[in-house]
């Protein structure tokens, strides 16, 4: 089973051709590859795995997804 964590795009980058996103999870901030979600931009919400972006969600179902993800880990 894979874990696909939310997190907002804070600026787009270029490395070498390859087109990578400052994202921010939960105040962590890590440079994922986006070149899966060329329409993705600034402010968007992403859900990633393993450094690689996988779906472009909106605001309400990544609040919903870091709650549900925070109530996960206070009830471990």
């Given at each position: 089973m894979c874990l696909?964590?939310?997190?907002?795009?804070?600026?787009?980058?270029?490395?070498?051709?390859?087109?990578?996103?400052?994202v921010e999870f939960g105040g962590v901030r890590k440079r994922i590859c986006v070149e899966t979600l060329p329409e993705i931009g600034v402010g968007e919400?992403?859900?990633?795995h393993a450094g690689i972006a996988l779906q472009r969600i909106d605001a309400?179902?990544?609040?919903?997804?870091?709650?549900?993800?925070?109530?996960?880990?206070?009830s471990s």
């Open positions: 696909a964590v939310p997190g907002r795009v804070l600026a787009l980058l270029d490395e070498d051709g390859l087109r990578l996103a400052q919400w992403l859900l990633a309400d179902a990544a609040e919903a997804a870091l709650a549900e993800l925070a109530r996960a880990a206070a």
